[in-house]
């Protein structure tokens, strides 16, 4: 069984300081350098979106961040504009480790679609190609790190599993928006798709 170590999304904007600040996000990021030569693979991700992102509140007259919208594929949480490509606020953030990464998938950049997964967009059908990558690496297992345990971590997990992958998440090497109850939404969630939370 060959395994990969895939971190979610810690960037500048995430992190204390950033436009869309995860609390203590910051605080994992040696405990995720110390893990990296642990696996076969390390994945890095990073949102990466254009200005103007139909998921920020500032493209829609009237609504306010954190304001929930439908879109065609759904239910869209509407964020503070971040990790706006090019910006320091989307640079990862200098305490994290990059060269031992094998990928980086960038995501989020379809101007129509918000993308939470490393997977997959919210529309939940357009890949990354990061689920192709890992197989055609013979990945078995992923355990998953990062930013933030309640959005993107947990739809990473979810996809992955779906995707037949062994997923494990480390609780300790991620941190959570939690808006609304969605936290703990979110546990429950991995759980019932067969994640292992650890």
Not at 8 to 32: E, K, M, S, T, Y
Not at 48 to 63: L, R, V
Not at 166 to 171: A, D, F, G, R, S
Request: glycine share 10%; with cysteine.
């Amino acid at each position: 069984m060959r395994n990969a170590l895939i971190v979610i999304d810690v960037q500048n904007d995430f992190c204390p300081g950033g436009a869309l600040a995860v609390p203590d996000g910051d605080a994992i990021i040696a405990g995720i350098n110390a893990r990296m030569g642990e696996f076969d693979c390390v994945v890095l991700t990073q949102d990466w979106h254009p200005a103007g992102h139909s998921s920020f509140a500032s493209s829609h007259p009237a609504k306010e961040p954190y304001d929930v919208i439908e879109m065609p594929y759904g239910p869209q949480v509407l964020w503070p504009d971040h990790c706006v490509q090019g910006t320091q606020g989307a640079a990862f953030h200098p305490a994290l480790s990059t060269d031992p990464a094998d990928m980086i998938v960038r995501k989020g950049y379809n101007p129509d679609v918000d993308s939470y997964s490393a997977f997959f967009e919210n529309d939940h059908t357009t890949p990354t190609g990061l689920g192709g990558y890992l197989k055609s690496r013979d990945i078995s297992d992923i355990t998953i790190v990062g930013l933030a345990l309640d959005f993107c971590v947990n739809y990473s997990a979810v996809d992955g599993a779906k995707l037949g992958f062994k997923v494990k998440v480390i609780q300790d090497l991620c941190r959570a928006i939690d808006l609304n109850g969605s936290l703990g939404a979110a546990l429950q969630d991995m759980s019932d798709a067969g994640v292992q939370l650890i």
